[in-house]
């Protein structure tokens, strides 16, 4: 009696245990399925410029963790536009192309990285800036997508003039809480002209400006990218401590100047690019000049990655 007793014991732990096993694998492969209908998207937030007189176009990046989706098919898109976070206006824009360019890795994972190519179609004489705008992207199938990007500035301008020759450009980077920030600009310029007026320098930016209260006249360009900020200029600066100021400046431009340039942070964002306007008189006669968004350096921390899960059917 004991005897049966134990061996029905035995089968009715065996019985358990297939079911354990059993209900693991399918829990398991429950995970794996819904695993396989999950897309993590990452976006590099930045400052992103357009100046209309040299381009229409804005390229973006989106990093995909599949390849060959029908998220990144220009053939599965029905429209896009962008979003103004803030003010909730919204801006019709065209899809060019899609094109995958490379690997990507982020935080032990690999991520596929396509650039996505718009065209502007809306003309304005007012420049456009958007401190936080969306990419929002609606596809045929009616599911809409909606990408985080960073700031963008439209300037509807042409170039007056080219007076005045860049012979170097270089951003100063130093690291505050652990993150780099872009915290100066090192202009080598020179007069090609006689008689010129420097008035005004700003930034093609609606997230940071130029502190013109701070402008440090050095001898080359040969500092180094990471010194640091508060060295140059002899004292203690925190860019990400905002203060507006209209400072008005009146230099009278040699046949060649180096300057060094602070920034000031409206928003707390790592930017790369940045462009700018001088201002400036030749010969008593107003002119501006533009110098193209240029990107500074390539690096990035987590805090502007964004990442968009999505869970498909």
Not at 109 to 134: A, M, V
Not at 182 to 187: A, E, N, P, S
Not at 238 to 244: E, Q, S, V
Not at 269 to 282: P, S, V
């Amino acid at each position: 009696m004991n005897f049966m007793k134990k061996l029905f014991k035995e089968k009715i732990d065996y019985v358990i245990l297939i079911l354990f096993i059993l209900s693991a694998t399918i829990t398991l492969l429950i995970f794996q399925i819904r695993n396989s209908q999950k897309l993590i998207f990452l976006t590099i937030q930045d400052n992103h410029s357009i100046i209309t007189n040299k381009t229409n176009l804005l390229d973006l990046n989106i990093k995909c963790s599949r390849q060959d989706t029908m998220y990144m098919n220009k053939e599965m898109v029905d429209n896009t536009y962008i979003l103004d976070y803030t003010t909730k206006d919204t801006y019709m824009i065209d899809l060019v192309d899609i094109i995958y360019q490379s690997r990507f890795s982020y935080q032990h994972d690999s991520y596929f990285d396509y650039k996505l190519t718009f065209n502007i179609p809306f003309n304005s004489t007012q420049e456009i800036e958007l401190n936080n705008f969306y990419l929002v992207i609606n596809y045929l199938n009616d599911e809409s997508l909606h990408f985080k990007m960073g700031s963008l500035s439209i300037l509807p301008v042409e170039d007056d003039s080219c007076d005045i020759l860049i012979n170097n450009m270089k951003g100063i980077v130093n690291t505050i809480s652990q993150k780099q920030f872009l915290v100066g600009i090192v202009l080598d310029i020179e007069n090609l002209v006689d008689c010129i007026e420097l008035i005004n320098i700003s930034s093609i930016s609606s997230v940071v400006d130029l502190d013109l209260s701070n402008i440090v006249y050095l001898e080359n360009s040969d500092i180094n990218s990471t010194m640091v900020i508060n060295e140059i200029l002899g004292f203690n600066y925190d860019p990400l401590i905002y203060t507006h100021n209209h400072t008005t400046i009146s230099i009278d431009l040699d046949s060649r100047n180096v300057l060094f340039i602070p920034l000031k942070y409206k928003q707390v964002i790592q930017i790369k690019t940045l462009g700018f306007i001088i201002e400036y008189f030749k010969n008593g006669e107003y002119h501006y000049q533009l110098i193209y968004p240029f990107k500074f350096f390539n690096t990035y921390t987590e805090s502007i990655v964004e990442k968009l899960e999505y869970d498909y059917n």
